[in-house]
């Protein structure tokens, strides 16, 4: 999948788009991944931003918040941008206390860059970006 996506793009992505759907771990599942997030295919929003939710606590769901906070800044759609954030907040509060220190930082990175992309985008977004904004901390809300 990597090598193809270096000569043929596209047919990268047709292979992804038959693939996402089909069972895949590690390189394989990552490389799936990356090329649907390159293509910005709308189509696929439902299937990555459910298969996250649906994915229980743990280091694969953790592993996943780059690849969707990657997809959810392509994404033109404010309602399916809405749904992965607030899916990345859930899994964020799902975390216990005592491991948070360690996670909150990467997750609350992932929605300010989400937010940043999305406030850069115009006023289709403003509405959602402010709603971004309610969910970080007080620190992390800089730079807007």
Do not use: H
């Amino acid at each position: 999948m990597v090598a193809l996506s270096k000569i043929e793009p596209d047919a990268a992505a047709a292979l992804a788009i038959q693939l996402v759907s089909k069972p895949a771990k590690g390189s394989l599942k990552a490389a799936i991944m990356e090329q649907i997030v390159k293509s910005g295919d709308e189509s696929m929003a439902d299937k990555l931003i459910g298969d996250f939710a649906a994915l229980p606590l743990g280091q694969e769901k953790f592993e996943m918040i780059g690849p969707l906070k990657n997809y959810l800044t392509v994404l033109k759609n404010p309602e399916k941008v809405r749904w992965g954030v607030e899916e990345i907040v859930k899994f964020r509060e799902a975390v216990p206390g005592q491991f948070r220190n360690q996670t909150d930082f990467i997750i609350n990175a992932a929605i300010k860059a989400i937010a940043t992309k999305k406030a850069k985008e115009g006023d289709s977004f403003k509405e959602l970006v402010e709603y971004m904004k309610t969910k970080l901390p007080e620190a992390d809300k800089k730079g807007f």
